[in-house]
């Protein structure tokens, strides 16, 4: 079967700086397929080439067989969009929100009201459709825009980091909505620096840093690239030195990997509870205070900071 979505060394650059940097992937009907990166990393930039809002500066991609560069009107037809920023008029309802965004794709009449119908069913929001958006959460808010994207029914769904800023419950129903999707036939283009939502949902996982694509498969697959190495990761307080630990705890033996971010220090050792009782001796030495500590198996997180050097939430 030939893939929904075809990507070829696409580029983006802006003056001297270049955003997306020769970027390949593919994506089969019916599959969910996350790019994870950290900020900045050019997932915005590639999503928005691929749904036809920024002309590439170089490479094309094809939707159902359409050029981006050549026939974007086409590729309009076939795919939704769920942009980060939300595309919602607060001072309207869901209802006339979804009614608005149907009319702009073209729909009317009763098909547009059914629609408009299966979507607020599909979003959890028919019981609250009349209510004005501003009047909603942040999470409720997300699945508003999420439905537009539904309106027209498209074979692929964008999806850029549709959860950014909302509270965990509804990132929960998000999450599954995505899934649901997914179910019932939906493909997703999905983009998160979240390691857990790619984790989650994604068939395949394209991993995304400084413009440039840097690895590509199932988890399983990525995973095997960092081995059998576990992740000690390190709590610590807010006024400790997170980087002073992290290159002090490089030279202790069965340590790969030491790398600070935030208020934490992720370790990659082949046997983590082996160097547990040095790392802490370490971390008492110099006199920071560890808060808790856990012990993960490889993951998506462990693949990124062996290939970069550096935390995903860097």
Request: a negative charge.
């Amino acid at each position: 079967m030939p893939a929904i979505l075809e990507v070829k060394e696409l580029v983006k650059k802006y003056g001297d700086f270049t955003a997306v940097k020769g970027v390949s992937f593919d994506i089969q009907e019916g599959e969910i397929f996350s790019l994870l990166g950290p900020n900045g990393a050019g997932k915005t930039t590639t999503i928005s080439m691929l749904s036809t809002l920024y002309i590439p500066t170089g490479g094309d991609a094809a939707i159902g067989g359409h050029s981006v560069t050549k026939e974007p009107m086409a590729v309009r037809n076939i795919i939704g969009v769920v942009p980060q920023d939300l595309a919602l008029y607060e001072d309207l309802t869901a209802r006339e929100n979804l009614v608005f965004w149907g009319q702009m794709y073209g729909l009317s009449g009763k098909t547009l009201n059914s629609r408009v119908d299966e979507v607020l069913e599909q979003i959890g929001l028919a019981d609250r459709a009349k209510e004005r958006v501003k009047a909603y959460s942040g999470g409720m808010k997300r699945r508003v825009n999420i439905g537009v994207g539904l309106l027209h029914k498209p074979r692929l769904l964008f999806m850029d980091e549709p959860t950014v800023g909302i509270d965990p419950q509804s990132r929960r129903a998000i999450l599954d909505s995505v899934k649901d999707l997914n179910k019932q036939g939906m493909t997703v283009l999905y983009t998160t620096h979240y390691m857990e939502e790619a984790a989650e949902l994604s068939d395949r996982v394209g991993i995304i840093d400084h413009g440039e694509l840097i690895a590509l498969g199932t988890q399983a697959e990525l995973t095997r690239q960092v081995g059998e190495n576990e992740t000690l990761l390190l709590h610590i307080g807010e006024d400790e030195d997170a980087e002073a630990l992290a290159k002090s705890l490089k030279g202790i033996p069965g340590v790969l990997q030491a790398t600070a971010t935030d208020h934490e220090v992720s370790v990659i050792a082949r046997e983590a509870e082996e160097i547990l009782a040095p790392v802490v001796t370490k971390a008492n030495e110099r006199g920071i205070k560890i808060n808790s500590i856990d012990i993960r198996e490889p993951n998506l997180e462990a693949v990124f900071l062996h290939l970069t050097g550096r935390a995903l939430r860097d």
